[in-house]
């Protein structure tokens, strides 16, 4: 039997993506698990990575150490937590790994660590890994650079009742998006909040309204409001799939690569380079 590939470490395995990610591996005949890693807390430590969700034996067992998570792998993909971000990234620039990163919410701080990390290693680093969102996320540029500001842009989004940031990251990554279209930064248009008697709404502003409720998996709609007219850009997710599979789509693209910060865009040709 020959050797896979692409061999993959997941760094939060056990969490609310580690099922999906697991599928998108068995279904590229190229790509193979040789590392798992969970929170040194976490109970599923010490276990075999299929075993969270009750499902076949992968030969892999889950750990706390990241360093050994990420010992045999080609490349690491991490959906953990922002707080974990950081150590995480230390281990991978230590082992020379390259990382897709598709944990979201980070911080100032924590997205200067990520652009220092990709002086010395490949990173990829996007809040959706769907390749279908980050197409939307070009065409809503390219609709905004050529709409003037009488096109009034809102931003709608949906999650389940449990994600804890707002607007998502990929709510924000449309934002900007249409601010780049127009050639304005997002916190200087961005409207986030409205209670109370807000007056008319701004020339140029940038709305983003935010829903959260249910099992949701991921809703993101772009409205460009004219008079007597309406464009609306919509990506709809429905299963955890589509982040899953454009995880692992990213992380046989950056294998091999040089350093650098690369995104989704990267993967998908649209950014020259």
């Known amino acids: 039997m020959t050797n896979p590939a692409l061999r993959v470490a997941i760094l939060g ?9 697991l599928s998108a591996i068995d279904e590229r005949p190229e790509a193979k698990l040789t590392g798992a890693s969970a929170s040194p ?12 969700f009750g499902s076949t034996r992968r030969g892999v067992t889950i750990s706390g150490d990241v ?6 792998a080609d490349v690491a993909i991490d959906f953990t937590l922002p707080e974990a971000t950081a150590g995480n990234l230390r281990a991978c620039v230590a082992a020379g790994r390259p990382v897709v990163i598709g944990t979201t919410g980070h911080d100032e701080a924590a997205r200067q660590e990520i652009a220092r990390a990709a002086e ?11 390749l279908g969102v980050n197409l939307l ?4 540029e390219m609709t905004a650079a050529r709409l003037d500001a009488g096109y009034d842009i809102e931003i709608f989004e ?19 998006s249409a601010a780049q279209g127009r050639g304005v930064s997002l916190d200087a248009v961005a409207e986030m909040a409205r209670e109370g ?36 850009l919509t990506h709809r997710a429905s299963d955890r799939m589509a982040f899953a599979r454009g995880a692992v789509a990213a992380a046989a693209w950056l294998a091999g690569r040089k350093p650098g910060l690369y995104s989704m865009q990267d993967v998908l040709g649209l950014n020259d380079r």
């Open 120 to 130: 010395r290693i490949p990173v990829i680093s996007a809040p959706n890994m769907s």
């Open 197 to 232: 008697n807000t007056g008319a709404r701004g020339r140029g502003a940038i709305g983003f309204s935010v829903f959260r409720g249910g099992d949701v998996v991921g809703d993101h709609t772009v409205t460009f409001a004219g008079i007597g007219e309406r464009i609306e």
């Open 67 to 72: 360093a050994l998570a990420i010992r045999d």
């Open 137 to 140: 996320l070009k065409l809503v």
């Open 13 to 21: 395995v056990s969490g609310r993506m580690g099922r999906a990610l």
């Open 41 to 52: 807390s976490s109970q599923w430590n010490g276990k075999d990575a299929g075993e969270p």
């Open 158 to 176: 949906a999650h389940h009742r449990n994600k804890k940031d707002a607007p998502s990251g990929t709510a924000l990554a449309l934002g900007r």
